[in-house]
């Protein structure tokens, strides 16, 4: 320090000016200290209650619970959809550090071929709000929870998460019968009930799990959780268990079940099973059947488009909505219409020389045997199948008639109780034809729906439930497929009024015309009628795909295959006491008696000469006892 | 004013035969007792804002103890040694910083550290928060007060050459900061009133400037301040759940280790930058401003140190340490409980780290060191 500088220095006045700027730095720093603890009185005090709220909803989440899906069992309490645990792959991207990093890892680890990591970067971005995991793939196997677990370093953010699965264990020859479940779609989600189904991924889309979806799904539960900002639940606040689905006993039994469907050996074709009694719905088998697994966790596209294209068409359910003219199956019906609106009796005979011929006409309705089987009576043109008898019947009742009648045992009609997607067919009139097509009914169709043809279309359902109410003499009872919803027996309510005859004989009459149909020496069925340990009733049907021309003949070898006639059959038995009615559908396979009859008697041998015939309790024995 | 009585230095006669013994080993037993208060606060808010981990605790007393052992060697040292040291150290600096500049090595997407491998990693801006107060004190020490236009021309070239380096790295909040504790001594040496104005208002019409020069996410942190509720997710997410624990903590506190925003993570960055917030949770208004009253009578103390020291040197650097260190302390809280953007900045000597309590301690060492040597200068 140089004396020059020094004189140049005044240190007085260079400490008055300290003092006075750091007097005015202390009031500044009170100054600011003051906006501090105005601000903090501001939040601390002031805006408390919003803040604790604001925290408290911040650490605070519900959390839905969802229940576990009812089970489905068949008759015999043989599981046939259950729920089973798997394993999906979960991503918060918010813990992770590289996204495309960490994605191109898991496709490379997990060997996935179809999954680009576009797809799961966009999968990665479905979700609500922020820290929820998003769902990256589902249904892992063993081997790629064992690479998951041994790259777990590697791969923040990531995780395995358990999620019960829809699994069908019988899904060839179920899928038609119970339908599946699928993934909640944008339209589903509109009419649902958010709160209930707020936890839920999956909801019946076909068949049984959709028809009793409310019953299947339960209710959920709900519970409140103290969350880190993460995500991660730490502890439970509080908690109301979910109500699981009930479970259902179908009224299916899987060995019969199974036996149709390996009857039908992947032809296109249906069999439904009724025992006349209680309505319930043995067997509904409609063939080819699908892997409906495949729908659970979304079908790929391949597959689908497999099964879309595949020209048997697996997806489309023949037993219900498969419509077919139910030929001459349905002639023991129209006898009786004749006899209840006494255009015959039994006794009344006609001449059949091959054909029939509208008074007045020209045009010759032939029978389908050329020649004609000469004089035949109600019960003989059931037994052979008469033609010209029904052409002859279905002129004099008139087609008005003839539907009133048709309609009572259920054509024309869905009368199912509970089959989720039934067609009701067609039983045409006079009034469905103008509206259908805008046109007069002409009597020559009268003829062709006599013989079942023409506009009549029947579901292989509806033909067994006719017969169902043919066994039992009139009494109607709802077809159904569920047998038991939890513990309580299913409750049918009165759907239809019985049919009542004038004179109950008649019944007798016709049942022992289609027994003679299967035991007669000109019985059309007799080659499976063969050696039977019961009284059987049935009736062929052969169900013309293909208009022929007037005099023109059929000829099998001459017609592409998908052009052949759909073989048809309808059984019942014991005649006595009726325990099972079926309907057999077989496209394309030709005549009834030869191609779909002897399926329908491996169908009734099965059922009533099975092994374990024991009668079925209607109460569960100890779930009633302990209650 | 008994408090005020208190803090003054030692003038009356019962206190010079205590005044002895702590000017012996160089110590103010005032400010030494205030720092270790605040200290020990801060270890215990910092067991709770780590989530209870006694291993984050006791690294941090490792680090606080290699910064204690800096501020006690710092008060042995003579005010004479420091301004011989001034210019040197300055001159280290700035060449640390034109070294980074040129290599650095990038971390958390800035350029701040310099590496010697094997040997440490260092930061020459935190060099700077003293080097920078020191070399303009020491400049002004040898001229006459208040400065002159051409005094101040040289101390604004001292001042600006490193604060470009360091806002370059880019690390905006230290460069405000260190030309902050620069300002402050040109204030405290008695800048004209005419001139600060001018000057202020020089800054204002700057700052459209500064804007256009900021990075993308300095710019954001500034538009999230303006609006934290515009992106409550992404980078308002801190600020929210910072305002909401102290709003939450209310006037008592949810109690020692029981704030449920700082124990469950929904508060970032909860045991460095954001640590005021896990003690507005936890301890309340009343916390709160216990904890501030420290700070302020570190201030203070600080300021009678100032007052007392006996040449211009001393006075400038210990007036602008003192200011320096409540400047952190306002912009910290008010950042943190939403009054002022988000800069990162840690809450002086309780937020976790080691290399600011090294800075801030030495601070406080130089401090001691201009209050303990007074006589010996005063010959």
New interface residues.
């Given amino acids: 320090?140089s004396k020059r500088?020094e004189t140049?220095?005044?240190p007085e006045?260079?400490?008055r000016?300290?003092?006075n700027?750091?007097m005015l730095?202390?009031v500044l720093?009170?100054l600011?200290?003051v906006?501090?603890?105005a601000?903090?009185?501001y939040?601390?005090?002031v805006?408390?209650e919003?803040?604790?709220t604001?925290?408290?909803k911040?650490?605070v989440r519900v959390e839905p619970l969802p229940p576990n899906r009812g089970l489905l069992m068949d008759r015999n309490g043989q599981l046939l959809a259950e729920n089973r645990p798997t394993y999906n792959l979960t991503i918060v991207p918010e813990r992770v550090d590289d996204l495309d990093a960490t994605l191109n890892l898991l496709v490379d680890i997990l060997d996935l071929p179809d999954t680009d990591v576009a797809t799961l970067k966009k999968r990665s971005r479905q979700r609500q709000r922020?820290y929820q995991p998003a769902l990256l793939l589902s249904e892992l196997n063993e081997e790629q929870i064992a690479q998951l677990a041994v790259n777990r370093y590697r791969l923040s953010g990531i995780e395995v998460e358990a999620q019960l699965l829809r699994y069908y264990p019988d899904a060839d020859l179920m899928s038609h019968v119970l339908g599946y479940v699928g993934r909640i779609n944008a339209e589903e989600v509109k009419t649902l009930d958010k709160g209930n189904y707020a936890g839920t991924h999956f909801i019946g889309k076909t068949g049984v799990e959709r028809e009793y979806e409310d019953v299947l799904h339960g209710q959920a539960g709900l519970r409140k959780v103290?969350?880190?900002?993460?995500g991660r639940v730490?502890r439970e606040l509080g908690r109301t268990d979910p109500v699981p689905g009930q479970n259902i006993t179908l009224t299916i039994d899987k060995e019969l079940q199974q036996l149709g469907y390996e009857l039908l050996d992947g032809r296109r074709g249906s069999i439904v099973a009724i025992e006349p009694a209680s309505g319930e719905i043995l067997a509904m088998v409609s063939s080819p059947g699908f892997d409906a697994n495949l729908f659970v966790t979304g079908i790929s596209h391949k597959d689908y488009q497999g099964l879309r294209n595949n020209p048997d068409l697996p997806l489309y359910n023949r037993a219900i909505r498969g419509q077919y003219p139910p030929a001459s199956t349905i002639k023991p019906f129209e006898a009786l219409a004749g006899l209840e609106n006494g255009i015959i009796t039994p006794n009344t005979t006609i001449y059949d020389p091959g054909f029939y011929k509208l008074p007045e006409h020209s045009r010759r309705y032939h029978n389908w045997l050329r020649w004609g089987h000469g004089r035949v009576n109600m019960r003989r043109a059931i037994v052979v199948s008469n033609d010209t008898y029904f052409y002859n019947l279905s002129h004099e009742l008139g087609i008005e008639r003839l539907a009133e009648f048709m309609h009572r045992f259920g054509f024309g009609e869905e009368t199912s109780h509970d089959v989720h997607g039934a067609a009701s067919g067609v039983m045409p009139s006079d009034e469905w034809k103008r509206a259908r097509y805008g046109q007069v009914w002409f009597p020559g169709e009268t003829l062709s729906v006599g013989i079942g043809q023409g506009y009549w279309l029947s579901t292989p359902l509806q033909l067994a439930t006719a017969t169902a109410v043919l066994a039992n003499r009139g009494n109607w009872i709802a077809p159904h497929l569920a047998r038991r919803i939890g513990d309580e027996p299913l409750t049918l309510p009165e759907t239809k009024q019985n049919i009542e005859l004038a004179n109950d004989e008649w019944w007798d009459l016709v049942n022992k015309a289609m027994e003679d149909v299967m035991t007669g020496s000109e019985g059309t069925g007799r080659r499976s009628g063969q050696d039977l340990a019961y009284r059987m009733a049935g009736k062929s049907g052969t169900a013309q795909v293909f208009t022929l021309a007037n005099d023109e003949r059929y000829d099998a070898a001459e017609l592409e295959e998908r052009l052949h006639d759909h073989a048809l059959f309808v059984a019942f038995a014991p005649i006595e006491k009726p325990e099972i009615a079926v309907a057999v559908i077989v496209e394309n396979a030709g005549g009834g008696s030869s191609n779909a009859g002897p399926l329908a008697r491996k169908m009734l041998d099965a059922w009533i000469l099975r092994e374990d015939k024991a009668e079925l309790p209607d109460e569960p024995s100890d779930a009633s006892e302990e209650v | 004013m008994a408090l005020q009585e208190s803090l003054l230095p030692n003038r009356g006669s019962a206190i010079k035969r205590r005044r002895s013994l702590w000017f012996r080993i160089h110590l103010d037993p005032w400010l030494l007792g205030l720092l270790f208060l605040l200290l020990l606060s801060g270890l215990l808010i910092l067991y709770s804002a780590s989530g209870q981990r006694l291993p984050v605790v006791t690294a941090q007393v490792t680090r606080l103890g290699v910064a204690i052992v800096t501020m006690l060697v710092l008060a042995q040292l003579s005010p004479g040694a420091l301004y011989r040291w001034a210019l040197p150290l300055y001159l280290a600096g700035f060449l640390m910083l034109v070294a980074v500049e040129v290599m650095g090595d990038v971390g958390m997407g800035a350029q701040r550290w310099l590496v010697i491998p094997g040997v440490v990693r260092f930061q020459p801006s935190e060099l700077m928060k003293l080097a920078m107060p020191m070399m303009v004190a020491a400049y002004l020490h040898?001229?006459?007060?208040?400065p002159r236009i051409r005094d101040i021309l040289v101390c604004a070239l001292i001042i600006g050459a490193p604060i470009m380096l360091i806002a370059r790295q880019p690390d905006l909040g230290t460069s405000l900061l260190v030309a902050c504790a620069a300002i402050f001594v040109l204030?405290?040496?008695?800048l004209s009133w005419r001139l600060i104005a001018f000057l202020g208002a020089l800054a204002a019409a700057a700052l459209p400037l500064l804007w256009l020069n900021m990075h993308a996410y300095q710019r954001q942190r500034v538009l999230t301040f303006l609006n934290p509720e515009s992106d409550p997710?992404g980078a308002g997410w801190n600020i929210i759940?910072s305002?909401?624990?102290?709003?939450?903590?209310?006037?008592q506190g949810k109690g020692w280790t029981l704030g449920?925003?700082s124990q469950?993570?929904?508060?970032p960055e909860r045991h460095t930058d954001f640590i005021i917030a896990v003690l507005?949770e936890e301890f309340?208004?009343i916390g709160?401003?216990l904890i501030?009253a420290l700070y302020?009578l570190i201030?203070?103390r600080g300021?009678v140190i100032?007052?007392s020291a006996q040449d211009?040197f001393g006075?400038?650097v210990a007036?602008s340490i003192t200011?320096t260190f409540?400047i952190y302390v306002?912009v910290n809280?008010?950042m943190v409980?939403?009054?002022l953007p988000v800069v990162g900045v840690p809450l002086p000597l309780v937020s976790y780290g080691g290399t600011s309590s090294v800075t801030l301690l030495a601070g406080f060492g130089i401090l001691m060191s201009i209050q303990s040597h007074r006589r010996l200068l005063a010959r």
Avoid: Y
Wanted: zero cysteines; proline letters at 3%.
């Fill in positions: 320090m500088r140049l220095k005044d006045q260079e400490v000016v300290f003092r700027r750091s730095a202390v720093v009170l600011m200290s906006g501090l603890v601000r903090l009185f939040l601390q005090v805006q408390h919003v803040f604790i604001r925290s408290d911040n650490r922020p103290e969350t880190n900002a993460r730490l | 040898r001229r006459p007060l208040p204030l405290l040496a008695g997710l759940q305002t909401t624990a102290i709003g939450s903590g209310g006037m449920t925003q469950l993570e929904f508060l507005g309340g208004l709160m401003v501030l302020l201030v203070i300021l100032a007052n211009t006075r400038l007036g200011l409540f306002f809280i008010g409980s939403g009054i």
